[in-house]
């Protein structure tokens, strides 16, 4: 079975530039979740998808927005790039059945942002 | 004051010694507890799940959750230096609430 998949791993943009990051859940799960990981600040959570509609929200400026298509595939958006948005970002999916467990999250390797 | 701290490390011990892991938080709502473990330059992986209070067991790890004291620990027994990693706690209030992590600790296990 696949795991989380993002894409790309790497990424260097320019202060102002936006940029789109992609996540690939685990085949059957149909949450996908974002988080930012930095060495200050640590795991901090952005937002979820669940069914393709935002269930929960970080607090994180509306720069940083995400979307979930039908297939659970996920994409998130950061626009107008700060130097402090260089960051890990992580993607993890879980498989909600009956009861809706939400905690056993997986992860993918992340994204590595570089704003320059 | 953060909702989760965690002892900021690094931490380093010698092969075979028992490592002891801690969390402790300030929301009272938090039922959901889970230690995940991230080798670098890969994501966190799920390593113990604990609801409410109580210890768990999972062969050399055992997580133990002290609602009252609003602390949770890991511990490693018979560490390896397979268990060299960044160790994160994190918490939730429900079954489909959101993730609240610790900043995690880095455990070097040396041979």
């Known amino acids: 079975k696949a795991g989380v998949t993002q894409t790309p791993r790497y990424l260097i943009k320019t202060r102002g530039q936006q940029v789109t990051l992609s996540c690939s859940p685990i085949?059957?799960?149909?949450?996908v979740s974002w988080y930012q990981q930095t060495p200050g600040q640590g795991l901090q959570f952005l937002f979820e998808y669940f069914s393709e509609t935002q269930r929960n929200k970080g607090n994180f400026p509306g720069r940083f927005s995400g979307r979930q298509f039908s297939n659970s595939r996920s994409e998130m958006n950061v626009s107008t790039l700060e130097l402090g948005d260089s960051a890990l970002y992580l993607c993890a999916s879980s498989f909600l059945g009956d009861g809706g467990l939400n905690t056993e999250a997986f992860f993918g390797q992340g994204t590595r942002l570089t704003v320059v | 004051q953060k909702e989760v701290e965690q002892d900021p490390g690094p931490l380093s011990v010698p092969e075979g010694a028992i490592v002891s892991l801690n969390c402790t938080y300030s929301n009272s709502a938090f039922q959901y507890f889970m230690w995940y473990r991230q080798y670098s330059r890969k994501g966190p992986e799920l390593l113990m799940y604990?609801?409410?209070?109580g210890n768990k067991e999972d062969g050399r790890f055992t997580a133990q959750v002290d609602k009252s004291s609003k602390y949770i620990s890991l511990f490693i027994r018979d560490s390896q230096p397979s268990d060299s990693a960044t160790y994160l706690c994190a918490m939730s209030a429900g079954a489909n609430s959101k993730l609240t992590f610790g900043k995690g600790i880095t455990l070097s296990v040396r041979p």
């Open positions: 085949s059957g799960h149909r949450s």
């Open positions: 604990t609801y409410s209070s």
